[in-house]
């Protein structure tokens, strides 16, 4: 199957600064791409889609100005947590889907501990 | 997107088959049946999907009732590596995201 990477794995950061994560297609382009977030005992929860040359668009209740997503080329979609909180602490997870397939295939997520 | 009832976990011994049920009632005619499953702290793995007939590949079988109401993926000699959280998704076919349950916490037990 494709595959999909994620940097860094995982990453500890202060109350307030900024953190990027980077998703890549690593053997094929992806137009859209899929952002994830997973809190403790909980399952995958759609936070929004990263579209190629456009806009993401958010799902009701993601802050899109907090959780900014850049969709830069079509193998690298990154999502940058601004100001980040201690409630933003979460296993981030991003998926993507060759063209013509019908799987989508998610990297290896990305654990964020702010303190 | 079509609901998916799963049981919340099941048990298997190691070397048994693994028979992990799934209801998708309301699935449309052009939505696709998907499993995946999320070992602890990685991301979810695809395993198999279908829309209509039977699938199998070198992981698993997936069984679809003729209605299509309901469906079992079958892994045929269960290993203690399957303990996993397993996931059945009904999903339209292109670019859309796959929206997650709770799944099974299937555990294989020595």
């Known amino acids: 199957g494709a595959v999909v990477s994620q940097h860094p794995s995982w990453v500890i950061c202060k109350s307030g600064t900024s953190v990027k994560i980077e998703c890549r297609s690593l053997?094929?382009?992806?137009?859209?791409m899929f952002w994830y977030r997973q809190f403790p005992k909980q399952s995958l929860m759609l936070m929004a889609t990263?579209?190629?040359?456009?806009?993401?668009?958010?799902e009701q209740g993601v802050e899109k100005d907090k959780f900014l997503i850049n969709h830069a080329s079509l193998t690298l979609s990154t999502l940058t947590v601004t100001s980040a909180h201690p409630e933003d602490s979460s296993f981030y997870i991003c998926s993507a889907g060759p063209a013509g397939e019908e799987t989508q295939y998610f990297g290896p997520g990305t654990r964020l501990l702010v303190l | 997107d079509a609901k998916t009832t799963q049981p919340p976990s099941m048990d298997c011994a190691e070397g048994r088959a693994a028979n992990l049920p799934c209801n998708h009632s309301t699935i449309s005619g052009n939505e696709y049946v998907y499993w995946y499953r999320q070992i602890h702290s990685q991301g979810p793995q695809y395993i198999i999907h279908?829309?209509?007939n039977n699938e199998t590949n070198e992981m698993a079988s997936l069984i679809i009732t003729e209605d299509r109401k309901s469906s079992t993926l079958i892994l045929p000699h269960a290993t203690l590596r399957d303990t996993a959280v397993y996931y059945c998704?009904?999903?339209?076919?292109?670019?859309?995201?796959?929206?997650f349950g709770k799944g099974t916490r299937l555990s294989v037990i020595a």
């Open positions: 990263s579209n190629e040359g456009s806009k993401a668009t958010y």
């Open positions: 998704i009904v999903r339209r076919i292109g670019n859309t995201p796959l929206v």
């Open positions: 053997d094929f382009q992806a137009t859209t």
């Open positions: 279908g829309l209509k």
